[in-house]
């Protein structure tokens, strides 16, 4: 598998196959929903690590990454998928000590999305939109 | 993209894709998906390929009460396997019991062996591997509607 941090934040591949393939109202509706997804699966992480829910982490993780793969945003998926990888292994230290690139990633995707980016406090447990 | 991540993907000739627009045109298609780009990818590309009756639901549990509405009974069910509250497995297995005539096609990143078997003892018609296409929902979609590639 391709190395996260060599991949583009989008693969315009995708992205111009979708413009194609889907009208143009839902083409903005699902990359808006992106954004939301985004934010709102890196918040559900943020407070299932500080929880030590590791269902939910799981869950959030292998969500984001189906979505970002779905639509390109190749970076933010391979990082979601060795991440994934490490919480199927039970490997939390991993998954922790990927917060910060994951949160970069996820910013990068926004910004690329035409959002405004996430704002995160210093011990990274709290999202802010 | 490397090929390790890509998915398959077939080419359909526009004969083809006329076929599967036909079979699909009167089919009301249940899309069944937690994260909500993906449920409204997977709907757009469903209505693009021809289908006029899109529903779509979020989880298990609300897939399975839109279907007590006797005119919400789907045809086709395109579900994810990895939702909250109820996953795509339980779900496969309680519409299979409930309406046995259903075509379910499962959509996963759950690719390996073992979980390609278990969906399968469990009834499943068709698979979709994440990252998903227009071409292979395309596909999965034919073979489920006995549209012959």
């Given at each position: 598998m391709?190395d996260?941090?060599q991949?583009?934040?989008?693969?315009?591949s995708?992205?111009d196959?979708?413009?194609?393939d889907?009208?143009?109202?839902?083409f903005?509706?699902?990359h808006?929903?992106?954004?939301?997804?985004?934010?709102?699966r890196l918040?559900?992480?943020s407070?299932?690590?500080a929880q030590?829910?590791?269902d939910?982490?799981?869950?959030?993780?292998?969500?984001l990454?189906?979505?970002?793969?779905?639509?390109?945003h190749?970076?933010?998926?391979l990082?979601?998928?060795?991440?994934?990888?490490?919480?199927?292994?039970?490997?939390?230290?991993s998954v922790?000590?990927?917060?910060?690139?994951?949160?970069?990633?996820?910013?990068?995707?926004?910004?690329a999305?035409?959002?405004?980016?996430?704002?995160?406090?210093g011990?990274?447990?709290?999202?802010?939109? | 993209?490397?090929?390790?991540?890509a998915?398959?993907?077939?080419?359909?000739?526009?004969?083809?894709?006329?076929?599967?627009?036909?079979?699909?045109?009167?089919?009301?298609?249940?899309?069944?998906?937690?994260?909500?780009?993906?449920?409204?990818?997977?709907?757009?590309l469903?209505?693009?390929?021809?289908?006029?009756?899109v529903?779509?639901?979020?989880?298990?549990?609300?897939?399975?009460a839109?279907?007590?509405?006797k005119?919400?009974?789907?045809?086709?069910?395109?579900?994810?396997?990895v939702?909250?509250?109820?996953?795509?497995?339980?779900?496969?297995?309680?519409?299979?019991?409930?309406?046995?005539?259903?075509?379910?096609?499962?959509m996963?990143?759950?690719?390996?062996?073992?979980a390609?078997?278990?969906?399968?003892q469990?009834?499943?018609?068709?698979?979709?591997?994440?990252?998903?296409t227009?071409?292979?929902?395309?596909?999965?979609?034919?073979?489920?509607?006995?549209?012959?590639?």
């Open positions: 391709q996260w941090r991949a583009p934040v989008v693969d315009t995708v992205t196959q979708l413009r194609q889907l009208d143009e109202a839902d903005a509706l699902v808006d929903a992106l954004a939301d997804d985004i934010r709102g918040a559900e992480l407070g299932a690590l030590d829910d590791g939910t982490a799981r869950r959030a993780i292998h969500s990454k189906g979505a970002a793969l779905n639509l390109g190749l970076r933010l998926g990082l979601c998928g060795h991440l994934n990888h490490c919480a199927l292994a039970g490997d939390w230290d922790r000590g990927g917060w910060d690139d994951l949160v970069a990633s996820g910013q990068s995707s926004l910004a999305l035409g959002h405004a980016g996430l704002a995160f406090d011990d990274s447990s709290i999202v802010r939109a | 993209m490397s090929a390790s991540i998915p398959k993907e077939t080419i359909m000739s526009e004969h083809m894709e006329k076929a599967i627009a036909a079979a699909i045109a009167d089919k009301l298609v249940l899309v069944v998906e937690d994260t909500s780009s993906s449920r409204i990818l997977v709907s757009g469903v209505r693009g390929l021809g289908a006029h009756r529903v779509s639901a979020t989880d298990g549990i609300d897939a399975l839109k279907t007590l509405d005119d919400l009974v789907p045809d086709v069910v395109l579900c994810d396997w939702m909250p509250n109820m996953d795509g497995l339980e779900l496969l297995t309680r519409i299979k019991a409930a309406h046995a005539s259903v075509k379910f096609i499962m996963t990143v759950k690719t390996e062996a073992e390609v078997i278990m969906a399968r469990h009834g499943v018609d068709g698979y979709v591997a994440k990252p998903f227009r071409e292979s929902l395309m596909t999965s979609l034919a073979k489920v509607l006995g549209v012959s590639l």
